[in-house]
């Protein structure tokens, strides 16, 4: 099976295509991310282990399914993942949040790492990295690699953005090849900026109103 997912739900979709107009607004964006973002949890979530426990219903006593086995972390790469945690935490409300403060140099395009707070626990958890863009690839690289570093199991890293643009997904591919990558879209390419094209724009500038 490969480890790339493109999330072609019509809702997806449809909400993707209101975020990448250029005259959505900061409330708009925050609140249509936050759907998306749960509506991929829902997918991201398919595999997490079950076990049997007995229940007793108003009726019976049964054996029934319940969540097993390693817990859930969220690790937003910041700022522009934040907007992705709300929606996942509608679904896992339990899950811990970690975080990662990566920025891109804008004239190297090379991620510079400011931040890390993590659960002491993350080498028993599954760990959903997000963030909306997948560029270049250096952000998440360096994420995943910081994360690795502090005990993270690679087998328990999955990768959640919004867009992804190939030279970004062949990188993170390259760095961490058993790590599965969903995204809700793969766009053609990248500027000569960095920007994802037709991409969203700049994700953290449009969730905060920044710029
Ligand atoms: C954006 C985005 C990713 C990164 C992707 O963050 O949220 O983290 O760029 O680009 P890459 O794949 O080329 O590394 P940015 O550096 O703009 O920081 P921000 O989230 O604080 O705005
Ligand atoms: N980061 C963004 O926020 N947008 C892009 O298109 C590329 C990197």
């Known amino acids: 099976m490969s480890n790339f997912h493109v999330m072609d739900h019509p809702l997806i979709?449809?909400?993707?295509t209101m975020i990448r107009q250029k005259d959505c607004g900061t409330k708009v964006f925050r609140e249509v991310v936050n759907e998306?973002?749960?509506?991929?949890?829902y997918e991201v979530s398919r595999d997490l282990p079950l076990e049997d426990v007995e229940v007793e219903t108003p009726l019976v006593k049964t054996t029934l399914k319940t969540l097993a086995g390693k817990k859930v972390a969220i690790v937003p790469i910041l700022r522009?993942?934040?907007g992705m945690v709300d929606g996942i935490l509608q679904l896992i409300p339990a899950a811990k949040v970690g975080h990662v403060g990566m920025y891109r140099d804008?004239?190297?395009?090379?991620?510079?790492?400011?931040?890390?707070?993590?659960p002491s626990d993350i080498s028993e958890r599954q760990l959903f990295v997000v963030d909306p863009?997948?560029?270049?690839?250096?952000?998440?690289v360096a994420a995943i690699d910081s994360l690795i570093k502090r005990g993270a199991q690679p087998s328990s890293i999955k990768f959640c953005?919004?867009?992804a643009a190939p030279e970004g997904v062949k990188v993170l591919q390259e760095a961490h090849p058993d790590i599965h990558i969903y995204t809700?879209?793969?766009?053609?390419?990248?500027n000569q900026d960095g920007y994802i094209l037709p991409g969203l724009g700049d994700a953290g500038d449009r969730l905060f109103g920044t710029k």
């Open 106 to 118: 804008h004239d190297t395009l090379q991620p510079v790492e400011y931040f890390v707070k993590l």
């Open 161 to 163: 953005c919004l867009v």
């Open 13 to 16: 979709q449809h909400k993707l």
């Open 80 to 82: 522009a993942g934040l």
């Open 133 to 140: 863009m997948l560029a270049t690839g250096g952000s998440a």
């Open 36 to 41: 998306i973002s749960m509506l991929m949890a």
């Open 184 to 190: 809700a879209s793969l766009d053609e390419c990248l």
